[in-house]
């Protein structure tokens, strides 16, 4: 079993950085590839970026690259999202996932998730 609290997320203007923080419980985090995912209200939810279980790839949305940094420290069992340049269309919840043993894009293929935390860019 894998707990999942998203931190770091607020207001912010178009333009502007946040870093969400994503902790994980337990000492398999380095066993479970990470995603960020994020859910606008009245869409569905959508891949934001992954990392493998070390850390040695990474892969975004074409929406978020050059722009979205993901990565983790597991010696802290914390997977972090660097977002730069923030858009008002990046307001959403975001949520971070684990999945044991590899990386991907698909949500359903995730294990665990998060309670999200609310990220919204003003105008």
């Known amino acids: 079993q894998v707990q999942l609290v998203e931190s770091g997320g607020g207001l912010v203007q178009a333009g502007g950085s946040l870093r969400l923080s994503c902790a994980a419980s337990g000492r398999t985090f380095s066993s479970y590839g990470m995603g960020w995912f994020r859910q606008a209200p009245g869409k569905e939810r959508e891949f934001v970026a992954t990392i493998s279980l070390g850390g040695g790839s990474r892969d975004y949305a074409d929406s978020v690259k050059g722009r979205f940094t993901i990565s983790r420290d597991n010696a802290k069992n914390t997977v972090y999202l660097q977002m730069n340049s923030l858009k008002p269309e990046d307001t959403a919840v975001y949520y971070c996932?684990?999945?044991?043993?590899?990386?991907?894009?698909?949500?359903?293929?995730?294990?665990?998730w998060g309670q999200g935390t609310q990220v919204t860019v003003s105008s």
């Open positions: 996932a684990a999945r044991l043993h590899v990386a991907g894009k698909v949500a359903t293929a995730y294990d665990y």
